[in-house]
């Protein structure tokens, strides 16, 4: 049994397109409409979310946008190049963790590995990379590709993984000797040549990076099949995860650890970090004004999905009364997403409609809209029950919804022993707790 008495969580924010995670976040009032392309709002969202000691922020990356007609009222997801932004990021903060996501279907090892060991220099030991195959066509085709079946994404992905992290040791730990009195600046002989070839890839050479504060980036993962159990077990020390049930995320996490054992590690070298989304007002009713402020535009959409969920016809509602007694009665939870008996366990508490919906039940993470004590609350229940190691969170609207985080939740979690209220030490590898390692790991 896991002892988990004394353990600290982990907190992460989601750094995407500079506005927020909710539709509508880039229209807010007050919020700079351009900063779709302002690197002064990424430095910004970053500083807030240091001084609420998260351990790092994490960009996702496609590169691609969903549903490119949604660009006609919606800002693209994604920053407009990850590498820029933690360049930019790295330069005006000292503590937080910097984690972008690079495909390794679609990269070459050496590129993957020079760019995140000199993010990693650059920012003196805080780069983490996020190692994800990449699922659809659209991103394919921009690299004039098909996507390939999971068996063959994975089965590059170890190949990729194990290439970069062999480039970040060529350089020997102890191969740089700059020393200007005996004119000897590196020991050539520690410093070796990769050669590898694989049934997917091959390359052959050296990467001219020495060690960083913490050796060498830190390996994240981001996937929920049973390959990307197995590629995370041998290669990552953190998977961001979503799940939206408690007993859920125990199954997730645990097929991580048990992954990780397999492979000779320390389920502990693994941590789960599910995903939460945040609209943190001081009461209730207020959030959810906030919630419906940013997409009441959208719930027509939202209402027709509902249907679906519960299994019942609600057009004809009038959007401010709740559910009939008759329409709860009838209402089924559909088996296929998660979401559902959330939905209905809200609507039962004789919620409007329109508040219904403005509680995020169609988020794609489990949402909190209301009070800091409510997010506070809602970490601790998952973290004690082992459902996580941490959370990353994406906030409605960063510009406010970082500080609302970082001054209404963080001071509770921190009293209650569960949150460090200090970094404990200075790189990525030290905030997650995560073991040396230089090069290839020599156990998997
Ligand atoms: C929380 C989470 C975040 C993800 N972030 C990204 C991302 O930034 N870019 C990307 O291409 N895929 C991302 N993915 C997709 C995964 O990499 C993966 O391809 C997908 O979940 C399908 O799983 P599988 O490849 O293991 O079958 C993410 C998945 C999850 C669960």
Known sequence: MENRKNRKMIIGLTSGNGYGFQPGAWRTPGIDPTDYTSYDARVRHAQVAERGKFQFIFLPDG???????????????????????????????????????????????????????????????????????????????????????????????HEVVQLVQAFWGSWGKDAWVHNQQSGQFAKYDEIATVSLKGNYINARGTLYIPPSEQGQPIVFHAGGSPNA???????????????????????????????????????????????????????????????????????????????????????????????SQKQLEAARPSPYDPRSAIALKIAKEGWSLKDVIAHGIIDYHPSIVGPGI????????????????????????????????????????????LFHKDYEGTTL??????????????RV
């Not at 650059?122 to 190692?131: C, E, I, Q």
């Open 229 to 323: 159990h197995e590629f995370a077990g041998r290669f990552a020390n953190v998977v961001i995860g979503a799940a939206f049930t408690i007993e859920d995320s125990i199954q997730q996490r645990n097929a991580f650890r048990e992954s990780a054992k397999k492979y000779g590690r320390d389920p502990d070298e693994i941590k789960f970090i599910a995903g939460m989304m945040t609209t943190i007002v001081k009461d209730r009713r207020t959030a959810l004004d906030r919630r419906l402020q940013l997409m009441g535009h959208l719930l027509p959409q939202r209402i027709a999905y509902l249907q679906q969920m519960l299994g019942i016809r609600l057009d004809g509602n009038d959007l401010n009364e709740p559910l």
């Open 374 to 417: 409510e997010a506070a609350d809602h970490m601790q229940a998952w973290f004690e029950a082992g459902a996580c190691d941490g959370f990353w969170i994406s906030p409605d609207v960063l510009d406010d919804g970082i500080d609302a985080f970082v001054d209404e939740v963080v001071p509770i979690l921190q009293e209650r022993g």
């Open 63 to 157: 590169p691609f946008t969903d549903d490119s007609s949604l660009l006609e009222t919606e800002a693209p997801n994604f920053n407009l190049d990850v590498m820029m932004t933690l360049a930019a990021v790295a330069r005006e903060t000292k503590r937080i963790g910097l984690v972008a996501t690079g495909s390794t279907t679609f990269n070459a090892p050496y590129t993957l590995a020079k760019q995140f060991k000199a993010l990693d220099i650059m920012s003196h030991g805080r780069a983490g990379w996020n190692a994800i195959t990449s699922t659809s066509n659209d991103v394919a085709a921009i690299y004039g590709q098909t996507i390939p079946s999971s068996r063959d994404r994975y089965g590059r992905a």
């Open 429 to 442: 590898r030290e905030h997650i707790g995560a073991p040396e390692q230089y090069g290839i790991d020599p």
